[in-house]
């Protein structure tokens, strides 16, 4: 409740009206919690559309089995041709340190596969050269991954 505090007239005259003074320890928080609010469903709007991926027209199988493995994946998007760059764990980089990081994404494994996601787009040789540097970092089984047919 604010505090009314009179206000004294220099010298003889009329009195003025009382001044009403707000105390700072009466903070009103209703409209700081309907800001939090809002933006807490702001962020909770927004956060699933802020997850980066990479588009990849993956090529179609009719004999396609489901992959139930939780294994390597190395994405192969359509960049490569420009950039030969690849991905590996939500990270880009260039195909020449592949061989490096498939080594240690394997290193406490058993099972040595590693799964290839390549754009339908691309050549057969650009699969075979990534394929290759897979093998040299340690994988013993590379299988390429299809989607299955659209019925």
Same mark, same amino acid.
């Given at each position: 409740?604010?505090?009314?505090?009179?206000?004294?007239?220099?010298?003889?005259?009329?009195?003025?009206?009382?001044?009403?003074?707000?105390?700072?320890?009466?903070?009103?928080?209703?409209?700081?919690?309907?800001?939090?609010?809002?933006?807490?469903?702001?962020?909770?709007?927004?956060?699933?559309?802020?997850?980066?991926?990479?588009?990849?027209?993956?090529?179609?199988?009719?004999?396609?089995? +489901?992959?139930?493995?939780?294994?390597?994946? &190395?994405?192969?998007? !359509?960049? $490569? =041709?420009? %950039?030969?760059? *690849?991905? #590996?764990?939500?990270?880009?980089? +260039?195909?020449?340190?592949?061989?490096?990081? &498939?080594?240690?994404? !394997?290193? $406490? =494994?058993? %099972?040595?596969? *590693?799964? #290839?996601?390549?754009?339908?787009?691309?050549?057969?040789?650009?699969?075979?050269? &990534?394929?290759?540097? !897979?093998?040299?970092?340690?994988?013993?089984? *590379?299988?390429?991954?299809?989607?299955?047919?659209?019925?």
């Amino acid at each position: 409740m604010p505090k009314v505090q009179p206000i004294e007239a220099g010298g003889g005259g009329r009195r003025r009206s009382r001044r009403v003074a707000s105390s700072l320890s009466e903070i009103n928080v209703v409209p700081l919690v309907d800001v939090m609010l809002v933006l807490l469903i702001i962020f909770m709007v927004t956060a699933p559309m802020m997850q980066r991926t990479i588009d990849v027209n993956l090529p179609q199988a009719r004999r396609a089995e +489901p992959n139930s493995d939780q294994g390597v994946y &190395v994405t192969v998007p !359509l960049s $490569y =041709r420009k %950039d030969h760059r *690849v991905k #590996l764990a939500n990270d880009m980089f +260039p195909v020449e340190v592949l061989a490096e990081r &498939v080594r240690a994404a !394997l290193r $406490y =494994r058993t %099972d040595k596969n *590693v799964f #290839l996601q390549c754009d339908g787009a691309l050549t057969v040789q650009d699969q075979l050269e &990534v394929m290759d540097r !897979l093998k040299d970092g340690g994988a013993e089984k *590379v299988a390429i991954v299809a989607k299955f047919p659209e019925r």
